[in-house]
């Protein structure tokens, strides 16, 4: 299937997400946005679940250039400016925009009851963990250095879900700032760590 085609119908399942929610989501729904008839998606996709699917790999992807994108671009290889660059990759505006976020909603409830998306979640927590966990172990011990990552995974995910809930939408900025903020209080403590002031 030719990306630009593809990329149509994603766009077109989280507008319809957006829209009306997961469970009204029709192909119909879907294909109305996308411009094109439901044979395409049936065909392509095999079906709504494929369809969902392959929307939420793509979203975990961009969630992944996020984070790879502000890495890469450090200038600093320090622990602290690792840990920075994840932080604003998660709440980057590949993640947080309206269809973004209720696609992300829609995909964690989905995900307690298809084992496929199961999967993801599953790949994608992981990630997240075990980034933190390695980049938290160049400076404190294993068990402090794991209930860190832990920490901080559980307040970017919390974060997230109370912002992607509020009426008025994320405020990403006030996110960032407040993971940001938690992040220097689990450092401060080590003296040759320096805690960063945010703005």
């Not at 065909?43 to 979203?59: C, V």
């Not at 995910?157 to 689990?186: F, I, K, S, T, V």
Request: hydrophobic content about 45%; some cysteine; charged content about 20%.
């Amino acid at each position: 299937m030719e990306p630009v085609r593809r990329q149509q119908l994603i766009d077109a399942t989280m507008a319809a997400i957006d829209e009306v929610g997961l469970a009204d989501a029709t192909i119909m729904l879907i294909a109305r946005h996308a411009g094109v008839s439901t044979g395409i998606i049936s065909h392509y996709f095999g079906g709504k679940d494929g369809l969902l699917e392959a929307t939420m790999r793509q979203i975990l992807t961009d969630l992944s250039e996020a984070v790879a994108a502000r890495r890469s671009a450090l200038k600093d290889n320090s622990p602290r400016a690792h840990i920075g660059a994840i932080i604003e990759g998660n709440f980057d505006r590949s993640q947080v925009t309206g269809p973004a976020a209720k696609t992300w909603l829609a995909f964690w409830a989905s995900s307690m009851h298809k084992p496929s998306l199961q999967r993801l979640q599953y790949v994608n927590d992981r990630r997240l963990y075990a980034n933190l966990c390695y980049q938290f172990r160049r400076i404190l011990p294993r068990t402090e250095a794991r209930n860190a990552a832990r920490g901080l995974a559980a307040m970017i995910d919390g974060l997230w879900l109370r912002g992607a809930l509020a009426p008025e939408a994320l405020d990403a900025d006030e996110a960032r700032h407040l993971a940001h903020h938690y992040l220097d209080q689990l450092l401060a403590h080590h003296e040759h760590i320096l805690p960063v002031t945010h703005h």
